[in-house]
C-alpha cells in the first residue's frame, strides 16, 4: 500500500473514459433514437474540485455523445476527446500538447478499450465493475463501481495525500 500512496503523491492529471467510469455504462434511448447517460453528482464534485486546485483533467472516450460533453464542461472540464477509437493516439497527443509527463497522471478506465494507455502511465486504476484484464493491471480497484462514485474515491484519495482536500485552496470561493 505504501508505493500506491507514495504514487499519489506525484499525480499531477487525471484522465477518465468516461462510460464505465463517469457512467455506470448504462445508455438510455428514446423512442426518436436521442441517447442519454446518467452522471454520479458526488463524482461530479471531485472533478470540479480538481480542476479548482489546478489539476490536469481530461476525458478520452471512444463515445461521440454531445451530452457527455456537455456535461464534462459544466464542470470546468475543457479536454474532452471524444471518438477516440485509438485512445493510446490520443493520449500521446494530448501529453504532448500539455507537456505531462506519464509517471505523473492517474487513468481510470474500465474496459479493453483502455488496456493500452493504463500501461503507459504512472498510476493506472479502476472502478469495482471493471474488466477483470483491467483490474490485473489496475494499482488500485476502487470499491465503487462506474458512475457510483469511483472518480470522487481516487480523486478525494489523491487530494488527501496532498494536503488539497478541504483545504483553503480548494474552498476560496
Known sequence: MESFLTKLKDITTFIFDVDGVLTDGSIFVTETGVQSRAFNIKDGYALQL???????VAAISGSRSKSALFRLNSLGINDVYLGAHTK??????????????????????????????????????????????????????????????????????????QGKWMSAEAYSW
Open 50 to 56: 480538481a480542476v479548482k486546485c489546478g489539476y490536469n
Open 88 to 161: 493510446s493516439e490520443r493520449f500521446k497527443i494530448y501529453i504532448e500538447e500539455k507537456s505531462i509527463n506519464p509517471s505523473n497522471i492517474l487513468y481510470m478506465a474500465d474496459d479493453i478499450p483502455d488496456l493500452a494507455v493504463m500501461k503507459l502511465v504512472g498510476l493506472p486504476v479502476c472502478p469495482a465493475d471493471a474488466a477483470e484484464e483491467i483490474k490485473t493491471i489496475s494499482a488500485y480497484v476502487s470499491p465503487y463501481a462506474g458512475g457510483k462514485g469511483c472518480a470522487r474515491d481516487i480523486i478525494e484519495k489523491v487530494m488527501k495525500v
